[in-house]
């Protein structure tokens, strides 16, 4: 059975830093591209982050760009997304996501196939 | 950018009844690339159709997709109580991704 189980969540002020981890089971995780994807709380679903199979490449949502940083650890089958300089927009639901395509470039794909059940960051002063 | 637009906001339908959920995408996209998910209360999405009309993994045979060009459509035949959720069309195939705003399924 496929599990994604996230953590690192919690309450930040505007500013600060917050790193979530996101531990993968079920699957060989190092054939998969992984993806971050967040939702404002009664709101839509935005698509994060990306990486691929082996962390070769690298993608982002322009409003996260040059703040955040996704990385993975294939030996510990654990995906991160370090969050920097948070905004209050920021705010949201984040899951951890793993994309449907074997073979694993993010940006070949980005259908998703499994989801944790997320880790809500609230941005507030 | 491609947006993606799905009506009706809002569903409210009784058990039994047909549901037909739409999704226009304001540009002509391939169908390969279209996922549809449910969201339930207080859970994350999860997969139902991708490649427009294909069935992710365990899911019933009443949810179809259907579509081409920039329209598309989830039928969800003989609505169940636990068919109660928000829809989500997503077109993929790279980043961004992006997603529609949803429509709201409610069971009477």
């Known amino acids: 059975e496929v599990q994604l189980v996230e953590s690192g969540g919690g309450l930040v002020q505007p500013g600060r830093s917050l790193r979530l981890s996101c531990e993968a089971s079920?699957?060989?995780?190092?054939?998969?591209?992984m993806h971050w994807v967040r939702q404002v709380p009664g709101k839509g679903l935005e698509w994060v982050s990306g990486?691929?199979?082996?962390?070769?490449?690298?993608g982002y949502a322009d409003s996260v760009m040059g703040r955040f940083t996704i990385s993975r650890d294939n030996a510990k089958n654990s995906l991160y997304l370090e969050m920097n300089d948070l905004r209050v927009e920021d705010t949201a639901v984040y899951y951890c996501?793993?994309?449907?395509?074997?073979?694993?470039?993010?940006?070949?794909?980005?259908?998703?196939?499994?989801w944790g059940r997320g880790t809500l960051v609230t941005v507030t002063s | 950018e491609i947006v993606l637009t799905q009506s009706p906001g809002t569903l409210s339908l009784s058990p039994g009844e047909r549901a037909t959920l739409s999704c226009r995408a304001s540009?002509?996209?391939?169908?390969?690339?279209l996922a549809w998910y449910q969201q339930k209360p207080g859970q994350a999405p999860r997969l139902l159709i991708h490649?427009?009309?294909t069935r992710a993994t365990g899911i019933p045979e009443r949810f179809s997709g259907s579509g081409s060009g920039r329209d598309f459509s989830l039928t969800i035949g003989g609505l169940e109580p636990e068919d109660s959720a928000v829809y989500y069309c997503?077109?993929?195939?790279?980043?961004?991704?992006?997603f529609g705003p949803g429509t709201k399924v409610e069971i009477k």
């Open positions: 490649g427009a009309s």
């Open positions: 990486i691929s199979w082996n962390s070769g490449t690298k």
């Open positions: 996501t793993k994309d449907m395509a074997f073979g694993g470039y993010y940006d070949s794909s980005l259908c998703l196939d499994y």
């Open positions: 079920g699957f060989r995780f190092d054939d998969y591209a």
């Open positions: 540009q002509i996209v391939s169908s390969s690339y």
């Open positions: 997503q077109l993929y195939g790279g980043p961004p991704g992006t």
